[in-house]
Nanobody, 122 residues
């Protein structure tokens, strides 16, 4: 599967953005999906995940502010980001894994998108 992330941009602290991740192929509904982010000079870290049933899992740092969702009819996953903070600044990557279960571990994902930059100014 090929993944294409978009929706990043520059936003002031307290603002909102919605990221999208479009997947190719007709098997999107069989993949668990996730979002990760990587700030300059730091490792890629987990943000949120959603399984084929729509169950979700969030990193503590975004819980209550970010919402992950998916639309299997459009083969697209979303990340609604509200109350953004400067520390949310990073390149955001979407990922897919050939499993029905949730995971916050990057090594468990099989396919990755190219990333979209999110910059939050203070």
């Amino acid at each position: 599967v090929q993944l294409q992330a978009c929706g990043g941009g520059l936003v002031q602290a307290g603002g909102s953005l919605r990221l999208s991740c479009a997947a190719s192929g007709r098997t999107f509904g069989t993949y668990a999906m996730g979002w990760f982010r990587q700030a300059p000079g730091k490792e890629r870290v987990f943000v949120a995940a959603i399984n084929v049933s729509g169950d979700t899992y969030y990193a503590d740092s975004v819980k209550g502010r970010f919402t992950i969702s998916r639309d299997n009819t459009k083969s697209t996953m979303y990340l609604q980001m509200n109350s953004l903070k400067p520390e949310d600044t990073a390149v955001y990557y979407c990922a897919a894994r050939q499993s029905t279960s949730l995971s916050g571990r990057a090594s468990n994902y099989d396919y990755w998108g190219q990333g979209t930059q999110v910059t939050v100014s203070s």
